[in-house]
């Protein structure tokens, strides 16, 4: 098996823990994280732009994000698009400036939340395993082909399955700290 195609897995690999990182940078874990954010889009201009493009997003407290449109006439749709999003953080403005404060998390929100990271993280795993599957049935054809012999077939499918451990391991780390963060008081 050629480095091309050990590294084209790796990189469908490399995607899923990605995926995994932006999914769970969005759950709210109790502190202020201005990643919530990163999937809202404000009208501007009739262009659908990210709050971060439109203005400066700081973390002034640990339960606070402050936003600072950049253009005062942004500020209330920002305030609009915020409410209609599911990060289910009422916004509060002076005009100027948007707050969002986070409330502390209850016992039984955060045990949800647990729920939710874990089933991210299973999602990633069976990506990863399919992404596995996926990769020992091409180098199973190459053989029926005649382009790798059985030794090859056997070293390929043991490098792929290493590979697919250190991932899997990976997303388990992952997983584990954002839990840890949730469960944090």
Same mark, same amino acid.
């Given at each position: 098996?050629?480095?091309?195609?050990?590294?084209?897995?790796?990189?469908?690999?490399?995607?899923?823990?990605?995926?995994?990182?932006?999914?769970? &940078?969005?759950?709210?874990?109790?502190? &202020?994280?201005?990643?919530?954010?990163?999937?809202?889009?404000?009208?501007?201009?009739?262009?659908?732009?990210?709050? @971060?493009?439109?203005?400066?997003?700081?973390?002034?407290?640990?339960?606070?994000?402050?936003? *600072?449109?950049?253009?005062?006439?942004?500020?209330?749709?920002?305030?609009?698009?915020?409410?209609?999003?599911?990060?289910?953080? @009422?916004? @509060?403005?002076?005009?100027?400036?948007?707050?969002?404060?986070?409330?502390?998390?209850?016992?039984?929100?955060?045990?949800?939340?647990? !729920?939710?990271? !874990?089933?991210?993280?299973?999602?990633?795993?069976?990506?990863?395993?399919?992404?596995?599957?996926?990769?020992?049935? *091409?180098?199973? &054809?190459?053989?029926?082909?005649?382009?790798?012999?059985?030794?090859?077939? !056997?070293?390929?499918?043991?490098?792929?399955? @290493?590979?697919?451990?250190?991932?899997?391991?990976?997303?388990?780390?992952?997983?584990?700290?954002?839990? &840890?963060?949730?469960?944090?008081?």
């Amino acid at each position: 098996m050629s480095r091309e195609e050990y590294k084209a897995i790796e990189e469908k690999m490399q995607k899923t823990i990605k995926v995994l990182r932006d999914e769970l &940078a969005g759950v709210r874990a109790g502190r &202020a994280n201005p990643a919530i954010l990163d999937k809202i889009t404000v009208d501007y201009y009739g262009v659908p732009t990210p709050i @971060n493009q439109l203005a400066s997003i700081s973390v002034p407290e640990a339960r606070v994000i402050m936003i *600072q449109p950049w253009e005062a006439s942004m500020v209330k749709e920002i305030e609009k698009e915020i409410q209609k999003s599911d990060i289910g953080i @009422n916004p @509060n403005s002076d005009g100027k400036v948007i707050r969002l404060v986070f409330p502390m998390l209850t016992e039984e929100r955060r045990k949800e939340l647990t !729920k939710v990271v !874990k089933k991210y993280g299973e999602d990633s795993k069976v990506a990863i395993r399919s992404i596995r599957r996926d990769a020992i049935d *091409q180098m199973k &054809a190459l053989k029926k082909e005649g382009q790798l012999t059985e030794d090859d077939l !056997k070293t390929a499918e043991k490098d792929i399955q @290493n590979m697919t451990d250190k991932y899997i391991s990976e997303i388990d780390k992952i997983v584990e700290l954002k839990e &840890a963060e949730i469960l944090e008081v």
